[in-house]
């Protein structure tokens, strides 16, 4: 009873906490220019151009075909998820798989090596179901790429795109074989609360994880440079802002993604934290996008690092995790007791309990996806009012860069000016790109009367 009273405490400060998204107040200047965006996007079509992002008509309906097949992808892609899980669990898949585990192990068990059986249990399960998982969300995969390729959004050969396949399921197999043996032992160990305990581990794994993301696991994947060794003049330009936002982001720390020998599109991200932080600009950026524009890009950027987005980030995820937990406890103990015996999953110190386990996972934190997207837009947009004020004053006009950045950026992946605001909530972790724009158009801080947020005059 005490443990069920301390969850459901637990829970309800972390619904609160995630749901009431700590929103700065909205300046004047702000103010205006969100209602000019909102303005724009009711009084024109829905799929439409917008007047300060607009597409030529046969690149419009190009960017609406593909937006239509993207949006199809995911809720497919996440139809199938739930309906690949009920059959991996009806057809008994799932049992026959912790059969396989339990037949290997038992030898070593029979032997008095319980540890190495235990080992050798985890290792098959984990395989074997992150093998039929991959397997079975392939055709999608495998679709989205090509259609990546027809659009010109991606120039990666099949080659390069299945070894990228190959190392994330690499990687993959190796997270699942540590976290299930995790989950495991908390389970067995203790019945009644692994549940947060497991949390309470998870949460320093998972910092450890942001934190060598930039180091060990990008490379994998990219190529990094520091940017000031291709880009001297862009990178004393951007040390100018650096020094405008009191920041510590030294040369050291700004790096230049190779990823034009994968995608088309253009981007820049901040990642990390502590010793592993820093700005990424990729190479296609700085193909397409004029200097000033890069400025902005960075800008954005920087604002990520100065509000502290990463670490609020990760406190939500931690949130977030722990309301999925608690949640998933009690439907987990609600479904053994009705499925287990047709899954032939009886007991939560079953293997297969795993499977079942990160089913309901799924379910709740697809339900949880527009409340953290609602955060997400808010930091991105956040990030937008920092950049714009970042470069004023370092560029000829803030309104304008910003602007034609997000066109650059909307026209380069296809995005459609003006998606239905439904689409918005559920779908997008960004503002659209059509109500970026608009604000950007709008947003002047510096006019008489009105402040800027962050910087002040």
Known sequence: MRTRLLALLLFCASLLTVVGVAHASETIAEHKANAYAAEQLASHPVWGNLPDYSLAPAKLAEAQSVEHTRNTLYFVGMIWGFVQAILLLWLGIIAWMR????????????????????????????????LAGTVLDLPLAIFGHHLQRLHGLSVQGWGGWLGDQGKSLGLGLLGSILSFALLMFMIRWLPRVWWLVFWAVLAPLTIAMIYAMPIYIDPLFNKFEPLQKTQ???????ELIVKKGHMDIPPERMFLMKASSKVTTINAYVTGFGGSKRVVVWDTALQKATPDEVLFIFGHESGHYVLGHVMQGMKQIFLGLLIVFFLGYFVLQWMLRRFGPQWRITAQSDWGTIAVFFFVISIFSTLLTPVINVSSRQKEHAADVYGMEAVHGIVASPQDVAQQAFVVLGKNSLVVPNEPVWLELWLENHPQIGRRAAFAHAYDPWADGVEPKYFKK
Do not use: Q
């Not at 396989?100 to 029979?110: H, M, P, Q």
């Not at 090596?113 to 249990?121: D, L, P, S, T």
């Not at 001297?232 to 951007?238: I, N, R, S």
């Open 232 to 238: 001297p003049e862009l990178v004393a330009k951007l």
């Open 99 to 130: 059969d396989r585990a339990v037949a290997a192990g038992a030898n070593l068990r029979a032997r008095g090596a319980r540890f190495r059986a235990f080992w050798i249990e985890c290792a098959i399960f984990a395989v074997l179901y992150s």
